[in-house]
């Protein structure tokens, strides 16, 4: 298969498109990538120098859907199928994936870093964990006439807080406080709706914080205006209206920032849960000790385990989750161009990069 892919050739300087030939392995598959969106990560990788693990010259994009256009030995039941790619694939098969842990398999692929990822015409991936789509084309399953393209953002932006949520625990009628209303607290905002939670946005983005209001988030708080004293103290007295104890709390670092982890730290209350979503390789001082002196618990999480992906794809699918506001698709040419905006900040919407057909 002749596939044409951006290429990373050095940190901080233009992409260009290339010609490459690839044919799938044993297991493997080549996936004709329907849209693939611009996460944090990407930028992380791009800019600053962080060290993709595969190095450069590389294709960066792990939030992939498509279709499977070619298929290796053992992987031709996937031929034809629309799917969205997981960022995090586990092998399946080491100790770690066996014992259920496979956000930690030391065999995992994550396009764009491992191998080549998705903003290209195609890619080559292992055809494990791969999440099948249901026929977008039957109203009765896709009433709203979703594009596969649009559902790439299932596959990170929308899948890691999902994991995030399922691990706290959270049910209905808890409290969950999202620190950090963007692309992907954003999602998670929604999800925990979704579950039945009550849930709390703070973000610095006064649009992104109106805009949450009407799409899950019942309380919504910008920590430019108000304190952390005084931020703890709302978000206790939200939770004292609905009759939710501390420990029926749980806070989602979703900003990716210092500054929103001391946040994040400082509203946790007895028993409380913090959930570490977001990436900084920013340090921040905190007093561990308030975890012993409170019994809380705070969690880290990588990816989302592709079990977890079909129910996902339901919740878009049903509408439970909204896509058309939060994402905007651009075409895969204009990647440069992207990037910069991105780096630039304020975009408010998830890019979702597709190729010309
Ligand atoms: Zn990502
Ligand atoms: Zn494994």
């Known amino acids: 298969m002749q596939l044409s892919a951006w290429v990373v050739q050095h940190v901080a300087r233009p992409m260009a498109p290339e010609s490459r030939t690839e044919s799938p392995g044993p297991g493997e598959v080549i996936v004709r990538v329907a849209g693939c969106g611009v996460c944090h990560t990407d930028l992380g990788f791009f800019y600053d120098g962080v060290p993709t693990r595969h190095g450069l010259p590389l294709t960066l994009g792990h939030e992939i859907s498509g279709v499977v256009a070619e298929a290796g030995a053992g992987a031709e ?77 299932v596959a990170d932006a929308i899948s890691t807080p999902y994991q995030a949520i399922v691990r706290s625990g959270l049910g209905p009628g808890d409290v969950a406080v999202f620190v950090g209303a963007g692309g992907v607290g954003g999602f998670g905002i929604q999800v925990a709706a979704a579950f039945g939670a009550h849930v709390a946005a703070i973000d610095v983005n006064r649009e992104r914080l109106t805009q949450m209001a009407s799409h899950g988030a019942a309380l919504t708080l910008d920590p430019a205006a108000i304190d952390v004293k005084e931020m703890r103290k709302q978000v206790r007295a939200f939770a004292d209206a609905r009759g939710v104890p501390s420990w029926r709390v749980k806070i989602f670092e979703t900003s990716g920032t210092s500054q929103g982890q001391a946040t994040a730290f400082s509203l946790l209350g007895h028993g409380g849960y913090l959930s570490v979503v977001g990436y900084t390789p920013q340090s921040v001082e905190l007093r561990l000790s308030n975890l012993m002196a409170f019994d809380a618990t705070a969690q880290g999480n990588w990816g989302c385990l592709p079990e977890h992906y079909p129910a996902i794809v339901d919740l ?15 075409p895969l040419a204009t990647i440069n161009d992207v990037f910069a905006e991105l780096h630039a900040g304020g975009v408010l919407r998830r890019l979702v990069l597709i190729p010309e057909s």
């Not at 960022?87 to 692929?109: F, H, Y």
């Not at 049903?318 to 651009?330: D, S, T, V």
């Open 316 to 330: 878009v699918l049903n509408g439970r989750i909204a896509l058309a506001p939060f994402i905007e698709r651009r």
């Open 77 to 153: 039941p996937w031929l034809g199928r629309e799917v969205v790619v997981p960022a995090v694939l586990p092998c399946g098969e080491c100790p770690a994936c066996r014992a259920g842990r496979g956000q930690i398999c030391p065999k995992q692929i994550f396009p764009g870093s491992d191998v080549h990822g998705g903003f290209a015409t195609h890619v080559r991936l292992p055809a494990r964990g791969l999440c099948p789509v249901p026929n977008l084309g039957d109203p009765a399953v896709n009433p709203a006439g979703i594009a596969l393209a649009d559902l790439s953002v």
